[in-house]
T-cell receptor
Framework: AQTVTQSQPEMSVQEAETVTLSCTYD???????LFWYKQPPSRQMILVIR??????QNATENRFSVNFQKAAKSFSLKISDSQLGDAAMYFC??????????FGTGTRLKVLA | GAVVSQHPSWVICKSGTSVKIECRSL??????MFWYRQFPKQSLMLMAT?????????EQGVEKDKFLINHASLTLSTLTVTSAHPEDSSFYIC?????????????FGPGTRLTVT
């Protein structure tokens, strides 16, 4: 069965600094998608970035980038130049061809001014 | 584009009553919708997957007779919590896949907070 693990319940970062959130997953599939979602206090889920497993190049979206290590089944999120608005819960998610999304337990990110 | 709404955003009901939550895709046709449940400070737990015109597929451990899901049109799915009890109090979130768009991107509604007294 597929699983997604986020081992950091909470992380803190100083404003303007860089932070990396970890995510590992387990699957026997070769074709799948990985996602990072942000859930601010409003609880509206927001897609931050996604990675297709068949792509070797790491995805990047402005200040957000991932380090995708397929063999190690690792998918970390790096946030550069952290801003106060980045404070939220971050969920790593996995999806294969069954259309079912599996979410990790989340990491609460605090940004210190 | 790709907006999903939920109604109501917050509902309080008495134990033993039923409550219906609506999930609408406002500017696209949603061939597949997902219903999640989220307890405080926890992750999203998938309850069921619904496809337009078909019966919903429930995840293991989710009571299909208690959580009735109807996906009667390409823009509307409803979740009815029947005979609600305090333990059903939670945050319910729906998401939708755009049938004509990216099949791997789900669009989330803003969620519904259910409190059963």
């Amino acid at each position: 069965a597929q699983t997604v693990t986020q081992s950091q319940p909470e992380m803190s970062v100083q404003e303007a600094e860089t932070v990396t959130l970890s995510c590992t997953y387990d699957t026997s599939e070769s074709d799948y998608y990985l996602f990072w979602y942000k859930q601010p206090p409003s609880r509206q889920m927001i897609l931050v970035i996604r990675q297709e497993a068949y792509k070797q190049q790491n995805a990047t979206e402005n200040r957000f980038s991932v380090n995708f290590q397929k063999a190690a089944k690792s998918f970390s999120l790096k946030i550069s130049d952290s801003q106060l608005g980045d404070a939220a819960m971050y969920f790593c998610a996995y999806r294969a061809g069954t259309y079912k999304y599996i979410f990790g337990t989340g990491t609460r990110l605090k940004v210190l001014a | 584009g790709a907006v999903v709404s939920q109604h109501p955003s917050w509902v309080i009901c008495k134990s033993g009553t039923s409550v219906k939550i609506e999930c609408r895709s406002l500017d696209f046709q949603a061939t597949t919708m997902f219903w999640y449940r989220q307890f405080p400070k926890q992750s999203l737990m998938l309850m069921a997957t619904s496809n337009e015109g078909s019966k919903a597929t429930y995840e293991q451990g989710v009571e299909k007779d208690k959580f009735l899901i109807n996906h009667a049109s390409l823009t509307l799915s409803t979740l009815t919590v029947t005979s609600a009890h305090p333990e059903d109090s939670s945050f319910y979130i729906c998401s939708a896949l755009n049938g004509a768009g990216d099949p791997y991107e789900q669009y989330f509604g803003p969620g519904t907070r259910l409190t059963v007294t």
